[in-house]
C-alpha cells in the first residue's frame, strides 16, 4: 500500500529541470510532499487537495490527478539548494494516516 | 519560536535494555507521530495519537510503546522486544490528525545504534 515514487534518483545540473512522480493504489484524498535534506528534518513542501489540483511553490510546483490516484512534482530551473530527498506522502480515504513513498533522491550540480 | 524538539540526537542501546526517546512540541498541536527511517525505505509509522491519553500502533509498531500523558509530549521507548532497533526516528505533529490540509511539521530526529 506504500506509494511508488519515480525516478528512484536524479542527478541535474543548475538550471535544469525534473520531475518526480507519485502512484497509489488506493483512492486518495490529498497529497503531500516534503523535502528532507541529509540528516535532518524533512521540511513540508505542499499539500494538494482535490482532483487535477496545481500548486507552485517559488520554482517547484505539483499536480495530482486524483482519477488516476497520482501526482507529480515538478522543479523548474533547479538550484543547489534544491537537493535532497523528496517524499510524497499520501492521505487514502476513509483513513487518518499518512502513507510515504520511498523517497526520490535529488541531487543538483554547478 | 514554535517547534518540535527531540533528544538525545544520537543514542545507543546495548542488547537487552529499554531506551526511551523524547519528543516535545510547543506548537500546541493535537495530533504527534512517530516514524522509524530506514536507508531506502521511507518513512514508516510506528505510533499516532491524536488526543491526550489516546494512541493508536501505527504499520510497525512490534518492540515499541509510547505514552501521552501530556498534550506537548509523546515519548517512544524501544523495548527490548524490538530486534533490529538502529535507524533514524523522527518525531511529527500536526494540528489535528487526518485532515487533508495539515502538515506535519518534524524534529530533527535521533539516531538509535546498537552497541
Known amino acids: 500500500q506504500q506509494p511508488v515514487q519515480s525516478p528512484q534518483a536524479v542527478i541535474l545540473r543548475e538550471g535544469e529541470d525534473a520531475v518526480i512522480n507519485c502512484s497509489s493504489s488506493?483512492?486518495?484524498?490529498?497529497v503531500h510532499w516534503y523535502r528532507q535534506k541529509h540528516g535532518e528534518a524533512p521540511v513540508f513542501l505542499m499539500i494538494?487537495?482535490?482532483?487535477?489540483e496545481q500548486k507552485g511553490h517559488d520554482k517547484i510546483s505539483a499536480s495530482f490527478n486524483e482519477k488516476k490516484q497520482q501526482s507529480s512534482l515538478y522543479l523548474t530551473a533547479s538550484q543547489l539548494s534544491y537537493s535532497g530527498t523528496y517524499f510524497c506522502?499520501?492521505?487514502?480515504?476513509?483513513?487518518?494516516?499518512?502513507?510515504f513513498g520511498t523517497g526520490t533522491r535529488l541531487q543538483v550540480f554547478p | 519560536d514554535g517547534g518540535i524538539t527531540q533528544s538525545p540526537k544520537y543514542l545507543f542501546r546495548k542488547e537487552g535494555q529499554n531506551v526511551t526517546l523524547s519528543c516535545e512540541q510547543n506548537?500546541?498541536?493535537?495530533?504527534m507521530y512517530w516514524y522509524r527511517q530506514d536507508p531506502g525505505q521511507g518513512l514508516r509509522l510506528i505510533y499516532y495519537?491524536?488526543?491526550?491519553?489516546?494512541?493508536q500502533k501505527g504499520d510497525i509498531a512490534e518492540g515499541y510503546s509510547v505514552s501521552r500523558e501530556k498534550k506537548e509530549s509523546f515519548p517512544l521507548t524501544v523495548t527490548s522486544a524490538q530486534k533490529n532497533p538502529t535507524a533514524f526516528y523522527l518525531c511529527?505533529?500536526?494540528?489535528?490528525?487526518?485532515?487533508?490540509?495539515?502538515?506535519?511539521?518534524f524534529g530533527d530526529g535521533t539516531r538509535l545504534s546498537i552497541l
Open positions: 511529527a505533529s500536526s494540528i489535528v490528525a487526518g485532515y487533508s490540509n495539515q502538515p506535519q511539521h
Open positions: 488506493k483512492a486518495l484524498y490529498s
Open positions: 494538494l487537495l482535490k482532483g487535477g
Open positions: 506522502g499520501t492521505l487514502p480515504y476513509n483513513t487518518d494516516k499518512l502513507i
Open positions: 506548537l500546541n498541536h493535537d495530533a
Open positions: 495519537s491524536q488526543i491526550v491519553n489516546d494512541f
